[in-house]
């Protein structure tokens, strides 16, 4: 409209008085311009203010409609990808919706384990995303840590108050098709904070039928216990096999074991194991049962008793017998000893005594001499990192067999080529006869993020219809559409194709696949997640690291896989996975406040007798001080203010305040609560945070016994050679020009463990066995030091050749007359000379060998195991991986103490070095 809000309201009016006549009406009842008086028209200046009021309600609804509602996608939505069903089913509502401004959001992608530490920082900084794509095993920890908005006010409330929103309750009619699971997974205190996508994601076993068939076995047969799988691997497996394109020459193997935790769980499941389990006490025997995760009915098979309305406790079950047993099956896969008959060809099994008498005797009678070079250890191309080069090695034929779904199976046929009848899946075989196989299952949610909770109604109303428009079934259609057309039907859901009138292409689909759909709607084949409770992103870097990593590496054939379990479920049931139990940590309050006590009383005294010392230093100084005038006095501190402040500001502030967050519950979103010496207590008893010292230690050692005597050392040889001094210290100064990143990662290359690695040419030219350097746990913490020294001695040498071009050549004269040689020179004239600046050097060196961690970060990341896993990076982690913030600042102060007890006496030691200025005539 043509007019403000001002204009409206204050301005004049017309209206028809009762004689007749004209006037204008002033609202407030004065005189008009001139003086000249106005009537007063009550009636007329109430329905004049009704009327603009009408307007102006009109034109802000005007405005409010046609104004656009950005709404904010991290994934999912992407304009760059027109031809994705899920974007053409945005644009669609947008079409329906002209007020609807769907756009991606624009946060940075860090790879690795910052993936998500981009939309983190979003949420600390409320610039986070309206929808996200919300993994199925880490909804449940979002919602913990306040990231996500609750769906109620769309889908219904829980008025029955059993914590889940029934159909009954249900106002939105999808609720009703989400299974029971589902439902399960993203509600809490019964608020769903997510929607289910549609469809489902099944994982399992992707095999080579070609390479099946060369080795004489019939594709279509499927293993159903793990014996017969091990067998039928055996029969694939040829070491001595010459791969064409191999980058490496390893033969074929059977089966692509990697380091991903999550593809080893449906070992576990197949056993008939839980990853995680929650605890249920009945209230009328007192007993706790414990049920699956994947369960939904919690009822007593003892006693009939439903525990359903039973508050749950959820714990970490990854050192249960049948966790080991998968454990024991994996390292079966990549290390038993094996052979084939030499007149059969069919494999044979090694016991320990086999190995150690040189010969086995065979089922038939016969005994069979081998030799080492004859046994065959394992069947799995074991790959201790993570590769992108997996589907590579599918494709060559290195491996058989890997896990993997049918995105997988949908790049090898259109990317690599790989005709699609030669590919087939299986489910993970059962551990014994009797038991029932396994696929990995996934199914993922959508979820609004906190901030669209401070939205307007009719905004968090379109956010809702884009959540709902994502989780459709119209999204899942045309994706399988999208297959039909592209020629992939063959690798969608039989059920999906008939529903949708692709009738003609069913014949497509392999019989092996509509025999794995059908066994699993019958419940023949499980299908089996992810653990969906507690906080499974942080054990699953524990598993990578203390279990496959370390298995899978060229020294893990006498790892103790066991012990590992134990301690991977120790960590995740206090407090990493789920909180450490209440009784346990009142247990040990008491002890913890008096220790607090003591160490406030100590430092208390430490304070008073320094203040006391330095008041009585002053005291005795003798000579009178002499005081400014105030304004003169004044100025200094004012030339100083912005110094101080900008310190204040930037160091002193986040100090106090990450200080303050040891004692406090602090969450990157929703309210911080205060936790009092909790995580005091759970950082002193955890076994890991001093074994985490010890490495740091070792760490420390080793970087100041090669890192600060190097620079000494070659500094004397640069000042000994007698020509060309000029180049070598140009040459030995160049590495610290290069970036920090680059040099790791160069040296990263030179580790690589296989024989094309640079450092393993050079030993197997002397003929020394091939290294693995980075994984192997002996070796690993050396290889991350090296690369700092070798970049950091050429400065630091400079500088100790400048102090050694300061010594008075008159002590070197005088000595060589005497006839004392190189070591008696350097130890009686160059070592006391230098020792000052070695003193001041060995301060910074000593403090910075304690908080570094960059090239561990590059190189290892903590690993193998926990063999390079040093205190500084343990806290980075606790923080920006494991989203505990408050145990990591804790860490911090054991940490920072520590430093300032170890500076303070290294500072007494340099009080007592004497100081001289070299003069030259």
């Known amino acids: 409209m043509g007019f403000s809000a001002r204009e409206a309201l204050g301005g004049t009016s017309v209206c028809s008085s009762g004689s007749g006549h004209a006037v204008t009406a002033d609202p407030a009842g004065t005189a008009g311009e001139g003086g000249v008086a106005r009537a007063s028209c009550p009636w007329a200046r109430t329905a004049t203010r009704a009327l603009l009021t009408l307007l102006l309600t009109a034109a802000g609804h005007v405005t409010a409609t046609t104004d656009p509602v950005t709404v904010t996608f991290l994934q999912g939505y992407d304009p760059d990808l027109p031809e994705s069903p899920i974007t053409r089913q945005i644009l669609s509502l947008a079409r329906e919706e002209p007020r609807l401004n769907p756009q991606k959001w624009g946060g940075l992608s860090l790879p690795g384990a910052g993936g998500r530490a981009p939309f983190m920082l979003s949420l600390a900084g409320g610039t986070a995303p309206d929808i996200y794509f919300c993994w199925f095993h880490i909804i449940r920890h979002d919602i913990e840590q306040g990231f996500c908005y609750p769906l109620n006010e769309w889908l219904g409330d829980d008025t029955d108050g059993d914590g889940q929103i029934s159909d009954a309750e249900a106002r939105w009619p999808g609720w009703r098709h989400v299974p029971p699971l589902w439902r399960q997974v993203a509600t809490r205190d019964g608020k769903v904070y997510g929607l289910p996508m549609a469809g489902i994601w099944y994982y399992g076993i992707v095999y080579r039928k070609d390479l099946v068939r060369q080795a004489g076995v019939d594709p279509e047969y499927i293993p159903a216990t793990w014996d017969e799988f091990f067998r039928w691997c055996q029969r694939l497996t040829f070491p001595g096999k010459q791969v064409a394109g191999a980058k490496v020459q390893r033969g074929q193997r059977a089966f692509g074991l990697e380091n991903r935790p999550w593809s080893w769980l449906p070992w576990m499941q197949a056993a008939g194991g839980s990853p995680i389990v929650s605890v249920r006490i009945s209230p009328t025997t007192g007993r706790s049962h414990r049920f699956a995760m994947e369960e939904t009915r919690f009822v007593v098979s003892e006693t009939g008793e439903d525990l359903s309305e039973v508050a749950a406790v959820w714990q970490a079950n990854f050192d249960s017998p049948e966790a080991i047993e998968a454990a024991a099956f994996t390292h079966r896969l990549a290390w038993a000893p094996w052979l084939r008959d030499p007149q059969s060809g069919e494999p044979v099994d090694l016991t320990p005594d086999d190995l150690a008498a040189g010969r086995v005797t065979l089922a038939d009678g016969r005994e ?3 030799a080492e070079s004859d046994v065959i250890k394992g069947v799995a191309r074991a790959l201790p990192r993570l590769t992108q080069d997996l589907p590579q090695l599918f494709a060559q034929g290195e491996v058989v067999a890997l896990f993997s779904g049918a995105e997988l199976v949908e790049q090898l046929t259109r990317d690599l080529n790989l005709p699609p009848d030669m590919v087939g899946i299986m489910p993970f ?7 029932k ?14 901030g669209v909770g401070r939205r307007s109604k009719a905004e968090r109303d379109l956010v809702w219809r884009c959540i709902e428009q994502l989780a459709s079934e119209a999204v899942n259609d045309e994706t399988v559409k999208q297959k039909v057309l592209e020629g992939h039907a063959r690798w969608c859901t039989p059920a999906d194709l008939e529903r949708l009138g692709f009738t003609e292409y069913l014949d497509e689909v392999p019989p092996g696949i509509r025999r794995n759909y059908e066994r699993i709607a019958n419940g023949e084949i499980l299908a089996r997640t992810e653990p969906f409770a507690g906080f499974w992103q942080a054990v699953s870097d524990l598993i990578d690291r203390r279990l496959l990593g370390v298995l899978l590496a060229d020294t893990g054939e006498n790892f103790d896989y066991a012990a590992a379990l134990r301690s991977i479920n120790d960590d995740a049931n206090r407090g990493l996975m789920f909180r450490a139990p ?9 002890l913890a406040r008096v220790l607090l006590g003591i160490v406030a009383i100590t430092a208390l005294i430490c304070f008073g007798l320094a203040f006391k010392r330095k008041s009585g230093v002053a005291g005795t100084a003798g000579a009178p001080v002499s005081r400014l005038p105030f304004p003169a006095s004044l100025s200094p501190w004012l030339m100083l203010a912005p110094a101080l402040l900008s310190i204040a500001l930037w160091s002193y502030y986040p100090l106090i305040r990450g200080a303050v967050m040891a004692f406090q519950e602090y969450r990157i979103v929703g309210e911080t609560t205060w936790a009092g010496l909790d995580n005091f207590i759970l950082v002193a008893t955890d076994k890991g945070f001093w074994a985490a010292w010890g490495r740091t230690f070792q760490y420390v050692g080793l970087t100041l016994l090669l890192g600060f005597l190097t620079p000494v050392l070659l500094a004397l040889m640069l000042s000994e050679i007698p020509r060309g001094k000029i180049f070598y210290r140009t040459l030995y100064f160049l590495p610290h020009l290069t970036s920090a990143l680059v040099i790791a990662l160069l040296w990263k290359l030179m580790y690589d463990p296989t024989e094309n690695g640079m450092l393993n040419q050079i030993l197997g030219f002397f ?6 350097w980075l994984q192997d746990p002996s070796l690993a913490m050396l290889c991350c030091i090296l690369p700092g020294v070798w970049a950091g001695a050429g400065m630091a040498s400079l500088i100790y050749v400048a102090a050694l071009q300061a010594l008075p050549p008159d002590y070197y004269e005088a000595a060589a007359i005497d006839g004392a040689g190189i070591l008696s020179r350097f130890r009686h004239i160059t070592y006391p000379q230098l020792l000052p600046l070695m003193v001041i050097n060995f301060v910074g060196a000593f403090i910075a060998a304690f908080q570094g961690m960059g090239s561990i970060f590059l190189l290892t990341f903590g690993g193998p195991g926990d063999a390079t896993n040093v205190l500084s990076l343990a806290i980075w982690k606790e923080a920006y991986n494991n989203l505990r913030f408050s145990t990591a600042t804790t860490m911090a102060w054991f940490l920072g103490v520590a430093l300032i ?6 500072i007494r030691i340099l009080r007592k070095v004497e100081f001289r200025r070299v003069s030259t005539n």
């Open 368 to 370: 069979v001499a081998f």
């Open 429 to 435: 075989p059962a551990a014994r006869p009797g038991m």
């Open 437 to 450: 196989p396994v696929f990995q299952a996934h199914k993922h949610f959508y979820s609004m993020t906190e």
């Open 582 to 590: 209440e009784e346990v940590l009142a247990r040990q309050r008491p």
């Open 767 to 772: 003929g020394v066995a091939r290294q693995t």
């Open 901 to 906: 007890g170890f500076t303070y006496l290294q």
